[in-house]
């Protein structure tokens, strides 16, 4: 009997093993930086069993992090992949660096997110995957820094994305200019950015409080939130009152947490709901 139990426990492991949400990890060379770079992708169960295509959301990560974050760091592993699995859809989750801020860096030809996600990462998974190869199909969001490269990134290229989120997003660079972070800045940002304490309109030109004005022209659907423990709270407020003045729709939300895994990964799920309602208006979910 115990044999039976055995054999059938071990069926039962390879049953759910051979239909989990399938991850790859798919190098991309990137001309504009002369190097490559990995992303990682999630497709779901549903991919492997006909010709269908699918909808993408690009899910980028923080500072100080690299492309696996998201699946390496939420305390349950598995958020991304069951995300997947549950809306059917392909998740892609691309390089951005420690510190990039998924921008073309000014001083640093080393530093070309802006230009590796738009001309490299999407042409190369639209490529290798069943992907709806239109803005109809695609969404993005992203976490601190990713958040901050979610909006700047649709904000410049709504030919590129459907709708667009941010979770506890960088979306002031000018905080960085803090009197006690001089010196954090000039270590952090330099590289990226050049000496910008001494020129703060080098960070008011990223910053995605500047970007209203795209908002309100693209019409895109955007969909925030913070933390209400974030340190990142008050430039979240402030862009929420900017969008509000401008009358920009939009949904913002504000809840318990600080800039945490825990709160991240309670924060996805709402993103991909937000998103799965724009995908089936498209046709394309």
């Known amino acids: 009997m115990k044999k039976h139990f055995l054999v059938l426990g071990l069926f039962l492991l390879s049953v759910t093993t051979s239909f989990a949400a399938k991850v790859d990890t ?76 998924y921008l073309d860096s000014p001083v640093n030809s080393e530093s070309q997110f802006e230009t590796h996600i738009t001309k490299e990462v999407i042409p190369t998974i639209d490529a290798t995957y069943r992907t709806i190869a239109t803005k ?31 979770m506890s997003g960088a979306l002031d660079m000018s905080v960085m200019l803090h009197p006690d972070r001089v010196e954090a800045t000039k270590k952090l940002m330099m590289p990226i950015f050049g000496d910008a304490t001494s020129a703060p309109e080098t960070y008011l030109k990223y910053s995605v409080l500047t970007k209203v004005e795209l908002f309100k022209k693209n019409q895109m659907p955007i969909y925030f939130d913070c933390g209400v423990d974030d340190f990142l709270i ?4 402030e862009l929420h009152r900017r969008l509000v003045y401008n009358d920009v729709p939009h949904e913002y939300t504000e809840r318990p947490g600080a800039h945490t895994w825990e709160y991240w990964e309670n924060a996805l799920p709402y993103h991909v709901l937000f998103f799965s309602k724009i995908l089936k208006n498209n046709g394309s979910l």
């Open 234 to 237: 008050e430039p979240n407020r």
């Open 136 to 166: 109809n199909g695609r969404v993005i969001t992203g976490l601190s820094m990713g958040g901050h490269g979610a909006f700047y990134l649709s904000s410049k290229y709504p030919e590129l994305f459907c709708a667009a989120g941010s």
């Open 26 to 101: 798919l190098q991309i060379t990137s001309k504009s930086m002369n190097k490559s770079h990995y992303a990682a992708v999630v497709t779901p169960t549903s991919y492997a069993k006909g010709s269908t295509k699918f909808p993408v959301l690009y899910l980028l990560h923080g500072a100080y992090g690299h492309f696996r974050d998201w699946l390496k760091k939420t305390p349950n592993t598995n958020t991304v992949k069951d995300l997947a699995d549950q809306y059917n859809i392909i998740i892609v989750m691309p390089e951005g660096e420690t510190f990039s801020f």
